[in-house]
């Protein structure tokens, strides 16, 4: 069977269970953009689509090794200040299935782009990242995000989330949306009411909730595979392990790394984040930040659970943990940061492997929402990471590439088990 799995084979797919899903692909549809930077004329401006800046997006999205996305939307509302880009990488496996970040890419200037430049860049990369996620987690769905740009804290309302779900609507199932960075529950509840493809409701609304539970719960199972990897059995009793950013799935993980014995040094640049956990758990240590978080003597395991690109150049060399295995999306800054980890002896268990927990709890509630079902889906996360630390091993590749085939395997048509007795054997169904 031809491949359409990766970078380049994502543009097609079977039939897809999901009533209503429009099966165009390969569609970028522009809405109401005006020119960045002039206020003269509406439509996409020329100059703004040749200039250095929008060439680099344009670049990413049609050319590069990192692109290959099925659509790209951008929406806007005036009337509510809704900006949005949802990023639709593959459909492949099915609906495209990721969450809504809110964000303000304030800090974009400094990387001599605009916000809305690094919004694009952002839902393209994190798109993409889930097509990966989701084949891994074993999901029948494809890979999409969306991003809100704005500043949570001062842009979101009601009129503004309902302009987003329709949006999100006005796709047909082709992205079903959820909780990223910066929404929340009572976000998706909203949207709902203008959309019926969002997912990670409250419970009062049908919902399964707070999907942080099952994706700390799933870091977690990841760290337990990492252990017996390194150290032969799959418990961190006795370890340290460090965590920058306990924000919702940082906190939880917390608990889950006490409760196994484990000793846990925290850091966030949010006080009362840190004050939370402290009040919950006295005996967890904090570090000033994260730049001495990962110095930390006698570190064993960190947890990047902030935001993207925590492993860099910069980062890489100055850690003493011996593996790396937290939440945040995206945490290798660029390609090659992972062989980097490897040549250092650090153990890296791939970040869209073991956060997927929060995405089986969401893709779970589409069919009505079944904790124990859920859990047990996120339990396999030990077996997943288990299984690509060995392929890692055994094909002499750091495990973020062994990640990335055996998900490869799973888009072609050739879906990995689960249960490694079953080897390969699986292959074909
Ligand atoms: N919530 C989920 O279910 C889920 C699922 C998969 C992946 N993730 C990823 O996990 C990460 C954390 O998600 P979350 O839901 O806990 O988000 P969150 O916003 O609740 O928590 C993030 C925390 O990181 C802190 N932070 C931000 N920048 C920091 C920095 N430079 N140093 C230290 N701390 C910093 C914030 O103050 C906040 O407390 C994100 O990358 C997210 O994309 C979350």
Redesign the pocket.
């Known amino acids: 069977m031809r491949s359409r799995a990766g970078r380049t084979l994502l543009s097609s797919g079977p039939p897809h269970p999901q009533e209503g899903v429009q099966r165009d692909t390969g569609v970028t549809t522009v809405t109401d953009v005006r020119p960045l930077s002039r206020q003269s004329s509406p439509g996409v401006h020329q100059a703004d689509v040749d200039g250095p800046a929008d060439a680099g997006v344009l670049r990413t999205l049609f050319h590069s090794e990192q692109g290959g996305h099925e659509q790209v939307v951008l929406c806007q509302d005036r009337a509510s200040g809704l900006k949005a880009v949802i990023a639709i990488h593959s459909t492949a496996l099915g609906p495209a299935l990721g969450?809504t970040?809110f964000h303000p890419y304030a800090d974009a200037v400094e990387h001599h782009q605009r916000p809305e430049e690094a919004a694009v860049l952002d839902a393209l990369n994190?798109a993409r990242g889930m097509t990966y996620?989701n084949a891994l987690a074993g999901l029948d769905h494809g890979g999409g995000k969306a991003v809100i740009i704005g500043d949570p804290e001062k842009a979101k309302s009601e009129e503004l989330l309902l302009a987003y779900g329709r949006a999100v609507a006005s796709l047909g199932g082709r992205y079903v949306t959820a909780?990223?960075?910066?929404t929340y529950v009572q976000d998706m509840d909203v949207i709902s009411r203008e959309c019926r493809w969002t997912t990670?409701r409250s419970p009062a609304n049908g919902g399964a909730g707070?999907?942080?539970?099952?994706?700390?719960y799933g870091v977690f199972q990841g760290m337990r595979a990492s252990a017996q990897h390194l150290w032969g059995a799959p418990t961190l009793r006795g370890r340290t392990v460090g965590i920058?950013?306990?924000?919702?799935?940082?906190?939880l993980l917390v608990g889950h790394l006490l409760e196994d014995g484990a000793r846990v040094v925290i850091?966030?640049?949010?006080p009362e984040?840190v004050a939370r956990v402290r009040a919950a758990h006295p005996e967890v240590l904090v570090a000033p930040?994260?730049a001495a978080l990962i110095r930390t003597e006698g570190m064993d395991m960190y947890a990047?659970?902030?935001?993207?690109g925590?492993l860099d150049d910069d980062t890489v060399p100055a850690l003493t943990a011996k593996a790396v295995c937290?939440?945040?999306?995206?945490q290798l800054a660029h390609p090659g940061v992972e062989k980097d980890l490897a040549d250092r002896g650090i153990l890296y268990a791939p970040?869209y492997v073991v956060?997927?927990?929060?995405?089986i709890?969401?893709a779970d509630e589409l069919q009505g929402f079944d904790f124990a079902r859920a859990k047990a889906k996120a339990g396999k996360i030990f077996d997943t990471t288990a299984e690509i630390f060995r392929r890692a091993d055994a094909d002499g590749v750091p495990p973020a590439a062994a990640a990335d085939r055996i998900a490869e395997q799973r888009i072609a048509g050739r879906e990995p088990s689960h249960d490694p007795s079953a080897g390969r054997s699986a292959a074909g169904r």
Do not use: I, M
């Open positions: 969450g970040r994190l996620k909780c990223d960075v910066g990670g707070d999907s942080s539970v099952l994706t700390a920058a950013g306990v924000g919702k799935v940082g906190h850091t966030d640049v949010r984040s930040d994260t990047p659970c902030a935001l993207g925590a937290g939440a945040a999306n995206n970040d956060n997927a927990g929060g995405v709890q969401v």
